[in-house]
């Protein structure tokens, strides 16, 4: 799974995976850049994209300040801002993965000056820079970036069905117990829980939760096809819902004849690739998501009946 960097104008926080504080650049404050507890505008950033000698690399921009950050070695503050957008080599940073515990998350590294950005709590000073081969959970960030709306999910070619079974529900009968033949009908309804869950791939990091509207898959002669009223689901979420056949079956019972109905359909997982389209709803930067969407379906029922 490849890191998603931001494009730029798209806005986030980065937050300390070990503080849970998200680096701040503000000139009304002293120090003009430092962290604390997530919620302020002036924790707000953006990127510049290198280009030339600094392709690979980027520029971490103040919405407020309108100043990037740095990070040196030989003067104080070690960690701070400045204007220019980028006009110094100690402006542009690595983004470094993190591995094994640390996956979820990456360093801030200034390859000119050899350096890493921290976030710790049991360390002073709780915010600066040290060389970039220390390893620990201090040096670790995770972005939190701005909410958005997602306007369209598309699923894509290339799904299968795992396990396609044969389900049969709860059965009914009547018993004709005159002397002559009676029509009767069958009022049924019957409940299914189906299943949804939206895993991340690639491209923007959806948060677990986001609510949105969709036509979930299901199923129609062992093809997927889609229903036709929305659910609300949550990406990233596990989740169950109850769909409820009803229909109307009528027979002719011959006298002493008992006639059964058992609604009867097919069922299995779905497995989907997915393609979310949305819009950050602050800078209004427009975002893709791919994914695998997987769920417990079932068809459209039919209704055999038996005579005995």
């Not at 990127?47 to 919405?63: D, N, P, S, V």
């Not at 060389?131 to 970036?145: G, L, S």
């Not at 069958?186 to 609510?211: A, C, D, K, N, Q």
Request: charged content about 20%; glycine content about 10%.
């Amino acid at each position: 799974m490849a890191m998603y960097i931001p494009p730029e104008g798209l806005h986030f926080r980065l937050v300390g995976k070990d503080s849970q504080l998200a680096i701040y650049s503000n000139d009304s404050k002293k120090p003009n850049v430092s962290h604390g507890k997530p919620g302020e505008n002036d924790q707000l950033f953006s990127l510049l994209h290198g280009t030339k000698e600094h392709a690979g690399t980027y520029a971490i921009k103040g919405k407020e300040s309108g100043k990037v950050l740095f990070s040196r070695t030989k003067q104080e503050p070690k960690v701070g801002h400045i204007g220019g957008d980028g006009q110094f080599d100690d402006n542009w940073f690595l983004f470094g993965e993190g591995v094994n515990g640390d996956s979820d998350a990456f360093r801030i590294i200034a390859p000119s000056t050899g350096t890493v950005l921290y976030s710790s709590l049991s360390v002073l000073p709780q915010f600066g820079n040290l060389p970039q081969d220390i390893h620990f959970a201090a040096t670790y960030f995770k972005f939190e970036f701005e909410a958005v709306k997602i306007k369209a999910v598309k699923f894509e070619k290339g799904g299968i069905i795992v396990g396609p079974t044969i389900v049969f529900l709860t059965p009914e009968s009547f018993t004709n117990t005159g002397n002559k033949a009676i029509e009767h009908t069958f009022h049924i309804v019957r409940e299914f829980t189906t299943t949804s869950l939206f895993m991340y791939r690639e491209g923007f990091p959806i948060p677990t939760g986001t609510p949105f509207l969709v036509h979930l898959p299901t199923l129609k002669n062992t093809k997927v096809v889609y229903e036709p009223n929305e659910t609300e689901v949550h990406f990233g979420v596990q989740e169950c819902f109850t769909r409820i056949f009803t229909a109307e079956v009528k027979v002719t019972i011959e006298p002493g004849k008992t006639a059964t109905v058992t609604p009867t359909g097919g069922t299995g997982t779905a497995i989907l690739p997915f393609r979310i389209y949305s819009i950050t709803e602050d800078s209004g930067i427009e975002v893709e998501t791919t994914g695998q969407w997987s769920g417990r379906v079932i068809s459209d029922l039919t209704y055999p009946v038996e005579f005995s």
